[in-house]
């Protein structure tokens, strides 16, 4: 219940969640609470929501996670890192390796379009470069 009210009160989770959830001290000795699995997916659900950069390092350096409950908060929160992580662990690897090639297609695509929109280039002009680059990421998508 009280993971569950930090969840909703999202300024509680910076204050809490160093402490709450970093069960070993700097001389080795446990510390904190002893956390169920149950707990940790909750944890894992606050760090992709609040914190979605630190996933992947908690992936790596834990393991009291379900992975189809960890794969799909990934895919939820949109972790591609964490994601292809947890699919190569299924043993997933293609599945892996599109989610990495589709992350960088895609933005890659995003400064094109984002240099597009940024620079004086007549209106007709932008709309054919456009035009062109979906039906490109179209082709390479499908």
Avoid: W
Avoid at 25 to 33: A, P, Q, T
Avoid at 86 to 96: C, F, H, Q, V, W
């Amino acid at each position: 219940d009280f993971l569950k009210k930090i969840i909703e009160k999202s300024n509680y989770y910076d204050s809490y969640s160093t402490t709450l959830f970093d069960p070993i001290g700097l001389n080795g000795e446990k510390k904190g609470i002893i956390l169920t699995d149950n707990d940790h997916e909750l944890y894992l659900e606050l760090m992709a929501k609040f914190e979605p950069d630190n996933v992947y390092t908690y992936l790596v350096s834990h393991n009291s996670y379900r992975l189809d409950f960890a794969l799909y908060i990934c895919e939820k929160y949109r972790i591609v890192d964490g994601s292809s992580y947890l699919r190569e662990r299924t043993g997933d690897i293609s599945g892996a390796l599109d989610l990495i090639i589709d992350n960088k297609i895609t933005k890659q695509l995003n400064d094109i379009f984002n240099y597009i929109d940024n620079n004086p280039i007549t209106e007709s002009i932008d709309k054919i470069i456009k035009n062109d680059i979906n039906d490109s990421k179209n082709s390479i998508i499908n």
